[in-house]
């Protein structure tokens, strides 16, 4: 990679002297008047070995690099196109732009020079087929293969554009699928190179028209501007190629130009293989808004490309005859759900035993709320039934019985060797009779990676995976055998990397195919929107601009600012804390009683817990007390608690004043908060155009007044737990039906993320960066440690949790790193360094690693993260 570093003085370093022959075989191979060539010869540091091809731009041969021994691709530009040194400066500025794209999807360019008078760019070398050869009139390619090889171009293609690159000349040519069924994506940035502004007639600049005519978008051929969009439409043509064998227009230069232009896009179902494929009407929908003529009329994004195709394959997967035991959907009456998502458990009910299984013919998709010390199920579709509600046709809103005809299950869980799992209410009466192996499922994932009972270890995942399964089992509706189950899962921002691939991991084990992850914070606002499908599109119920969202509930205390408009929720700053909870203010508000009931002399023992029950059971009996005032604080601002204390029956009154003096350093952290909040956003309390409220605490006058005092008149609003599952199921379905109507959910990174190197922690990703994101780093020796036992070098990405104590906000440390992600990257020879590395983090706040030309392993969650997946399933 070092000559993609140097600067194009003159020009690519010490010259080369290639022999006469050599030369002249160059220049009559680029210049197309020879096609024989007297292979194979040495090219610097490459041996040149075959003729692979011919392309508008130059030749592609197959070579090798002598030294490293890699199968290399040596693409050699024609001569007119590296003639002038400005060419050339360009040439190299574009090869350095794309040797930062290390995607999977794209072929990684690893070298670029000059030689002789031929400039040449060094490449991966594929084994495959393009896609021109794999559909051509007469043989298309089938359905399925069609659809995965367009989601692969298209999650190359965001990579490219997340990175302001785009390709210009996207068609199945420019495709490789390698015998591996890897699918690289040619030739990107060349085409930007060779489409410079050139002088018109007048004197004046004009962009030549570009790109291959049958795969163009109407924008092309009239030379303006160009964006990320013409490559959506150049996909959408490819499309139809594949899948008819031909492109969706034929004829000269001017008769492509009317019907790009002009004519709507060819008829799928009027091709006799297609008409019958039941999700047809899915994949012409989504060809004609890929290849709408203006831009706007067009997916807005590769993102939104890679999600509908997405749900079509699944859809397509559960109704193809290749899959028998999908083709034949039945659930069970009393908890119906599709058979094969369990990955092999029973579905019979969890109570009794017993089933009885029944066709359904419903869509459905299902959002499931992670609040704290529950788990609420939401679901939006069509035709949805149950046992006891049948719904009209048409997307409906539906709340799902989840246990004992409540949308939730409580998140308490309980496990021995004895008496095994148990969840929900049996678990809350395991916890009431001091039963060890007792916690919260959710708060669980946050906190550790394992869980220790009766000295065997589980993974910590465990609880979590057996409440999906109970709420999966129970949500009524999973889907026809024409449709997909999705699960969409809301997540507060504080969570780390860690916590969200365990819930991640939780959920796969209860064979989940397709799951979401959704800021708790921005689901909230969803849950203020009205959602439809009727074509005109859904819109927020309160003011748009600033909305307010303040949580404290048994997770986090949490507080953040969006921006909201009927078509996008942004989030500007989040600020959270997992340590400041409910449970906290509860423990506090319990020890305060104690404390004055020592002092008033009610009690001998000073407070202590003296009786004969075990001190856990003790413990949540007292608490419980405190709890019940809390819940009724949205009623009643001062709720009457009653506790016993070393036997005795304590009444008293949870006031503002009982609030600030045992949680007063908490309700000062909250202030801190608020303030951060704001401040980061740049925006004043008075500007906050809605406020919404999750927890029962939040009804507390003290914190009213802080939001007050802080200049927030806006009223607050409470949002249930069942609001934001059900409005995150509802979104999640118009999303993949009608997106461009649908509110785009933009969150943020709520912590900085950064390599762990020897000297100090390099920042990476700084907190509040918008999602997705991307960055490019050159990796120094410092940056990595060698393993000798594996022979590789090893990488620790890093991120800072947020606030760790919100009693300390001012004095936490913005280095108080934690490592989330382990990485071995494979050694050549000498270590070479620096190495080009990718660092990504997507919508939903997973991240990839990559480095060029180096094979890369994800040593702590992938490989872990699948043993752990099967390891729940037999434990389960």
């Known amino acids: 990679m070092d000559t993609l570093n140097r600067q194009p003085a003159s020009l690519w370093g010490a010259p080369l002297c290639p022999s006469q022959s050599q030369t002249q075989f160059l220049g009559d191979i680029v210049d197309g008047t020879r096609t024989e060539a007297p292979l194979p010869f040495d090219m610097g540091e490459y041996s040149v070995t075959r003729l692979i091809g011919r392309g508008g731009m130059g030749v592609v041969f197959e070579g090798e690099h002598r030294r490293m021994q890699r199968r290399v691709a040596i693409k050699v530009l024609h001569a007119n196109m590296a003639e002038a040194e400005s060419a050339q400066e360009q040439f190299l500025a574009e090869i350095r732009t794309v040797a930062r794209l290390l995607h999977p999807r794209i072929v990684t360019a690893f070298d670029a020079g000059q030689y002789e008078t031929i400039v040449y760019l060094v490449m991966e070398y594929v084994d495959g087929h393009s896609l021109d050869r794999l559909s051509t009139p007469g043989a298309p390619m089938g359905l399925a293969d069609a659809l995965e090889c367009v989601q692969f171009a298209a999650e190359g293609l965001a990579h490219a554009h997340l990175n302001n690159i785009i390709h210009r000349d996207v068609k199945p040519g420019n495709m490789m699928l390698a015998h591996d069924g890897e699918l690289k994506i040619l030739d990107l940035g060349l085409a930007a190179f060779s489409h410079e502004l050139i002088d018109d007639e007048q004197g004046g600049k004009r962009r030549p028209i570009c790109g291959t005519p049958e795969f163009m978008a109407p924008e092309q051929f009239e030379g303006r501007d160009l964006t990320e969009s013409i490559d959506v439409y150049a996909l959408g043509c490819t499309l139809h190629q594949l899948l008819t064998g031909s492109p969706p227009f034929r004829g000269s230069f001017f008769e492509l130009m009317r019907a790009h232009c002009g004519t709507p896009p060819p008829q799928l179902s009027a091709i006799e293989s297609l008409a019958s494929e039941p999700v047809i009407a899915d994949v012409q929908a989504l060809m004609n808004e890929m290849m709408g003529k203006q831009i706007h009329d067009r ?211 209860c064979g989940v195919p397709s799951i979401h992850l959704i800021d708790r914070n921005l689901a909230s606002a969803l849950s203020q929107f009205t959602f439809r499908a009727d074509g005109e599109g859904s819109a927020p119920r309160l003011p748009a601009g600033h909305w307010l969202v303040v949580t404290i509930n048994d997770l986090v205390m949490e507080i953040s600012l969006l921006a909201v408009t009927s078509g996008r929720i942004k989030m500007l700053s989040v600020v959270g804390d997992s ?287 699948e043993a752990e997946v099967e390891r729940l399933r037999s434990l389960m």
Not at 580 to 598: D, P, Q
Not at 735 to 750: E, F, K, V
Not at 811 to 817: F, L, Q, V
């Open 579 to 865: 340590r400041s909870n409910r449970h906290r203010f509860s423990r506090r508000m319990l020890k305060w009683v104690k404390k004055r009931v020592a002092k008033m002399g009610q009690s001998s023992s000073g407070g202590s817990i003296t009786s004969g029950q075990p001190l856990k059971t003790q413990l949540i009996s007292e608490l419980s007390g405190i709890e019940r005032a809390i819940d009724q604080l949205d009623k009643d601002p001062q709720p009457p608690f009653e506790v016993k204390i070393d036997g005795r029956k304590i009444k008293g009154v949870l006031t503002p004043g009982m609030l600030v003096n045992s949680c007063g350093d908490l309700i000062q952290g909250f202030g801190e908060m608020l303030a951060q909040v704001l401040s980061e956003a740049g925006v004043d309390g008075d500007e906050v155009n809605a406020c919404l409220t999750i927890g029962k605490l939040t009804h507390a006058l003290p914190i009213r007044s802080l939001l007050q005092n802080f200049g927030v008149a806006a009223e607050p609003i409470p949002v249930e737990p069942a609001e934001i599952a059900g409005s995150v199921a509802a979104w999640t379905y118009l999303s993949g039906t009608d997106p461009r109507r649908q509110p785009r959910l933009i969150a943020c990174n709520a912590h900085n993320v950064g390599l762990q190197s020897a000297d100090e922690h390099v920042l990476l990703i700084p907190r509040l960066t918008a999602l997705p994101a991307s960055v490019q780093r050159k990796l120094q020796r410092s940056d990595t440690t060698f393993d000798a036992a594996s022979e590789s070098l090893q990488v620790t990405l890093v991120e800072t949790l947020g606030t760790t104590d919100t009693v300390r906000l001012s004095e936490r440390s913005s280095h108080a790193w934690t490592s989330f992600e382990r990485y071995e990257i494979e050694a050549n020879t000498g270590h070479e360094m620096p190495m080009d590395a990718s660092i990504e983090m997507d919508e939903e706040g997973r991240v990839r690693f990559q480095v060029a030309s180096r094979t890369v392993r994800r040593e702590s969650s992938q490989s872990l993260g």
């Open 299 to 509: 997916c807005a994004s590769m993102n939104e490309v890679v999600e509908r195709l997405t749900r079509i394959r699944g859809r397509l997967l559960n109704t193809s005859g290749n899959h028998a035991t999908r083709s034949s959907t039945h659930v069970v009456s009393s908890s119906p759900i599709v058979s094969q998502t369990l990955g092999g458990f029973s579905t019979s009910d969890a109570r009794d035993g017993t089933a009885e299984t029944r066709e359904i013919t419903s869509c459905y998709q299902v959002g499931i709320d992670l609040g704290g010390h529950q788990l609420t199920a939401g679901g939006f579709g069509e035709g949805l039934q149950s046992d006891d509600l049948a719904l009209p046709s048409g997307p409906t809103a539906v709340t799902i019985a989840l246990d004992d005809n409540s949308s939730s299950i409580d998140a308490c869980f309980a496990v021995s060797q004895s008496q095994g799992w148990a969840i929900g209410q049996a678990a809350l009466v395991r916890l009431a009779n001091g039963r060890a192996g007792c916690g919260n499922a959710i708060s669980l994932i946050a906190k550790q990676p394992s869980l220790s009972i009766d000295g065997k270890e589980y993974p910590s995942s465990m609880p979590l995976a057996c409440l999906f399964r109970r709420a999966f089992q129970r949500s009524a509706m999973v889907g026809p055998a024409n449709s997909v189950f999705e699960a969409s899962l809301t997540v507060p921002s504080s969570f780390g990397r860690a916590a969200r691939e365990r819930i991640m991991l939780a959920a796969r084990a």
